[in-house]
């Protein structure tokens, strides 16, 4: 996560905290301030926190793990991409398998014809955000409810059958935001294997961490500018070769998309 977007999370969850401090002027002077000031920074230090380890499911659950013995979900997040896309949706359909795209949608609106072609590949449609945002862990739940019903609502007017499943930008994470998808009945979804091919990595390092992906784990790869597409066609080979089935979300819960 970028530095800017550390201070505005850092500063979202003080905002929060600061609503917990509310009752702190029923008590005496420096006590009720110490109390206001000493809730918001410690939450401010739990958003950070579940935000940077997300597995940790400090604010709520989130599926981290398959059920389905011998499958390995695979999910890619951020796209649609122009130039990545293609080759993601080339080599899973040369394997034969499928994956759940955690789609952004101002991106998906500028690509539609990408976003066709993952619903044409069979291919889970997940939401990522309406834009690569964390802003919803501060907002008031009722907005972030808003906003991500409007979300929902545009990828729905392109076709895209009911979304279940949510990734927050960043993997942030925070009470506001759990709310917020239980208003609109939305399940979150982190991963077991983190690849870190969100930003610019080593081929080699990203092939070590994801060829080490075993039974029920989560994969999370990035469409973008790195080296995940053109590793793919080998890793899908690897994963086979050791009789893992390579699917969605919905495939490795066992439950129907």
Known sequence: MRVAEWASLLL???????SIGGYSGLLPGELG???SLGGAAGLGGMVALGSARPDLQIF?????????PGRLVLSIDDGPHPVSTPLFLQAL??????????????????CPDLLWAMLAGGHEIGLHGLTHSARITWK???????????????????GTPP????????????PRMYQALQ????????????????????????????????DRDIVLLHDGTGPAPKLLPSLLQGWAARGLQVGTVSEGLGVLP
């Open 12 to 18: 979202g969850g003080l905002s929060f905290g600061g």
């Open 93 to 110: 359909a040369e394997a034969g398998v499928r994956a759940t795209f955690f789609v952004l949608v101002d991106r998906a609106l500028a």
């Open 183 to 214: 208003i609109v009945g939305l399940e979150m979804v982190w991963c077991s294997v983190r690849t870190g091919d969100g930003v610019a990595i080593p081929v080699e390092r990203l092939r070590r961490r994801a060829e080490g992906a075993g």
């Open 140 to 158: 008031n739940p009722q907005d972030g409810a808003n906003e991500l019903r409007r979300a929902l609502r545009l990828l729905s007017q392109y």
């Open 163 to 174: 979304v279940r499943w949510y990734r927050p930008p960043f993997g942030a994470v925070s």
């Open 33 to 35: 301030l110490g109390l």
């Open 60 to 68: 709520g659950p989130s599926v981290q793990r398959g059920r389905v």
